[in-house]
């Protein structure tokens, strides 16, 4: 026999807990998912063409580092029209293989080891286990329901302890869809001040907001200096397979994060570089019509889930609802599993992003109309179904 | 929501998909299925909506009977009515299926359709070509549809993600 050659601490990382529900779900046939985390349509061609014709102009090599500069150029002007964010091109952004490797640096730049990183819950799947890899420790905090999963400053003020290096802030949020006002970021920021926090500000769905534009934590007063901005063209120009994000954050931590990125990933791959200058310099119109999109399957969702009897508060962002299942009794994981078992509607249980989340599901609008409508239909005879199980029950119960 | 602001919404769902139900628009938008079809009916009156077409794709039927044809024409715009009699005459032609004025060299463009090619040039030449004021016609037959009303023929579109994702 042989010794373990993992890792312990790697192998004692539970999976996420979407994985299960994948397998699940990908072993059967006439799934309609609302399990998706990225959008339903394709990159706009025009994007798709630019990737193309970098390739038959030959551009199939490394880029610097910190990726092209024309592409730094305008994601600085973007960041600018967008935030009124002032970044320095040369200095101050680090493009990335995705947001993702972004937030892995960007945590494996700053933790010491066992420092701590505030995290509101429900959340992106990655953090947390991004967080212990790169040596820190997670101090979690829920967010509620009726606060309409915003970061409340009690809250926040409450988990900070003498070790707390990081705070983790996502929004527009996946998987409520909350999102938060400058009112309430200033709030935050007062306490980030005061305690001499980090924040590292996963903006990934700032396109995304259907009420009022997205405020990025970066450009409130004093924060630009304790902020890694990461961003990246996956949600807002449905780039998802390109796998191009970015960091913009002061100089001295982009310069710390690429010392990680040179050793470990050289560069972005150059075809989606090429394929993100065209995205940012000439896909605005084909992102508002995206947007509006979502923004008619928002209501239809939440107004169907509310008829159903799945509450659910209206998301300002992103494309996820947020219902509660309380009412039904049942576990998050077991209402998925009877749900994709009876009704074949993918739907990802809710404490997959922290334990917080339990007691709801995640459903996404990145499907089509009719596909929304269907599962829709097919839910609605599920909620029923199970109502009509417990009235029986009750009565066997109440039986003289 | 302002009357014109759901008009507005329900014409561009319709827009996408006519078969949209009203259940559906009325969740959407929050309003009764009532509002929805009486806002509709109101549209329909009102020849907001014109009518509810179906992109068919003959060649995969055995029917493919259909010969399509692009028309340049060119006429002589008459007093105070410019090209709008003539525009309309030609409209009301069965065969007809598209009509536009356009900028250019020539003044309008106009879609026949019809079961043989016999059948359309006759129509060309015999009906068209004749009529008063109809200076000059170019006649492109249609070889191959690759994309109309926003509709790639043979997409092939399918959806390639995962089922589940973060
Ligand atoms: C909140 C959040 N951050 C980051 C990502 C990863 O994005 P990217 O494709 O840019 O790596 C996702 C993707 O689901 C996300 O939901």
Known sequence: MSRPFVKKSLAELPPSGIRKFFDLASAMDGVISLGVGEPDFDTPWHIREAGVYSLEKGFTNYTTNCGLEELRREICL???????????????????????????????????????VIIPEPSFVAYKPCTIMAGGSCRTVPTREEDHFKLSPAALEEAITPRSKVLLLSYPNNPTGAVMTKAELLQLARLVQQHDLLVIADEIYSELTYAEPHVSFAALPGMKERTVLINGFSKAFAMTGWRIGYAAAPAELIAAMTKIHQYTIMCAPIMGQMAAIEALKNGAAQMEMMREQYNGRRSLIVNGLRQIGLP???????????????????????????????????VVPGDAFGHCGEGHIRCSYASSVEQISTALERMDRFMQRLARRSRKKTATVFKP | MTVEELQIKILKALEQ????????????????????????????????????????????????????????????????????????????????????LVSGGYDLSITVEGTTLKQVAFFVSEKLATLENVKSTVTHFVLKKYKQDGIIFNDGKKDHRLVVSP
């Open chain 1, 78 to 116: 973007y960041l600018g029209q967008k935030f009124g964010l002032d970044y320095d091109y040369s200095s101050e952004i680090l493009v990335t293989v995705g947001a993702s490797e972004a937030i892995d640096l960007a945590l494996r730049a700053v933790l010491e080891t066992g420092e701590e």
């Open chain 1, 312 to 346: 659910c508060f209206e998301p300002g962002g992103a494309f996820y609802v947020f219902p509660s299942i309380k009412a039904t009794g049942l576990s998050s994981q077991q209402f998925c599993e009877m749900l994709l078992k009876e009704e074949k509607v993918a």
């Open chain 2, 17 to 100: 998909n006519h078969r949209i139900t009203a259940k559906t628009l009325a969740t959407m938008f929050g309003v009764t299925e009532e509002e929805i079809l009486q806002t509709i009916s109101a549209m329909e009156e009102a020849k907001v909506i014109l009518g509810y077409v179906t992109l068919i794709d003959w060649e995969k039927t055995g029917h493919n009977n259909h010969v399509t044809a692009i028309i340049d024409v060119q006429v002589t715009p008459q007093r105070d009515v410019g090209f709008d009699t003539i525009a309309e005459r030609i409209s009301r032609f069965p065969e007809v299926k598209g009509v536009y």
